[in-house]
């Protein structure tokens, strides 16, 4: 069984940064891992995704340009830079793990674990 754990939300002005962690409790290599957000009310959504070696990245058009996904496999950890935030941000971000392959999928579906969110609030 995989862990993941993100961190790194909170509450930022428009316009400011934040970076997310996710820490995975065991390697996963050669898996794909993801961000996901969900806003109050809506559908979880696609954010961005990263293949293993980091060399595949896939964003959902509102976030390119503005956040970056990045890996540190030694530490068994994704990354979510996220700058110039907007209050359409706003949301719960979560991370997800590929446990069976290694392309970075924009579905929710392919991906088999899940860490329990973190929150992140962008005021204008």
């Known amino acids: 069984q995989v862990q993941l754990v993100e961190s790194g939300g909170g509450l930022m002005q428009a316009g400011g940064s934040l970076r997310l962690s996710c820490t995975s409790s065991?390697?996963?290599?050669?898996?794909?891992m993801a961000w996901f957000r969900q806003a109050p009310g809506k559908e979880r959504e696609f954010v961005a995704a990263?293949?293993?070696?980091?060399?595949?990245?896939r964003y959902q058009d509102s976030v390119k340009g503005r956040f970056t996904i990045s890996r540190d496999k030694s530490k068994n950890t994704v990354y979510l830079q996220m700058n110039s935030l907007r209050p359409d941000d706003t949301a719960v971000y979560y991370c997800?793990?590929?446990?069976?392959?290694?392309?970075?999928?924009?579905?929710?579906?392919?991906?088999?674990?899940w860490g329990p969110g973190t929150q992140v609030t962008v005021s204008s």
């Open positions: 997800a793990a590929d446990g069976q392959n290694d392309y970075p999928s924009t579905l929710a579906k392919r991906y088999d674990y």
């Open positions: 065991r390697t996963l290599r050669s898996y794909a």
């Open positions: 990263i293949n293993w070696s980091g060399g595949s990245q």
